[in-house]
């Protein structure tokens, strides 16, 4: 089991930053890719940041130049680094892993904290 627990989100105005982080617990050895998510109210839940084990980036177009995820191994965290932000960022943000016995799942979520921009 893998239990993960998210930094408070907050409210931002508009072109400011937001660090987000997000700690993993129990047996943090089996978790391979690190990732974050969010879904806005009325919409799908969206990709937007991922890492693998091997720190290879993958970014949604929306936050591309804006956001940067990163983890630290040593201390099973993976952070979301969020500058320029717009109205459009708005959303629940949750942090996830996918083990290795889990591929390809992310089957362990974080409890998801709220980032709202302001115009």
């Known amino acids: 089991q893998v239990q993960l627990v998210e930094s408070e989100g907050g409210l931002v105005q508009a072109g400011g930053s937001l660090r987000l982080s997000c700690a993993a617990s129990?047996?943090?050895?089996?978790?391979?890719?690190m990732a974050w998510f969010r879904q806005a109210p009325g919409k799908q839940r969206e990709l937007v940041a991922r890492?693998?084990?091997?720190?290879?980036?993958t970014y949604a177009d929306s936050v591309k130049g804006r956001f940067t995820i990163s983890r630290d191994n040593a201390k099973n965290t993976v952070f979301l680094q969020m500058s320029t932000l717009k109205p459009e960022d708005t959303a629940v943000y949750y942090c996830?892993?996918?083990?290795?016995?889990?591929?390809?799942?992310?089957?362990?979520w974080g409890q998801g904290t709220q980032v709202t921009v302001s115009t």
């Open positions: 996830a892993v996918r083990t290795s016995y889990g591929n390809p799942d992310y089957n362990y």
């Open positions: 890492i693998s084990s091997g720190g290879t980036t």
């Open positions: 129990g047996s943090t050895l089996s978790i391979n890719a």
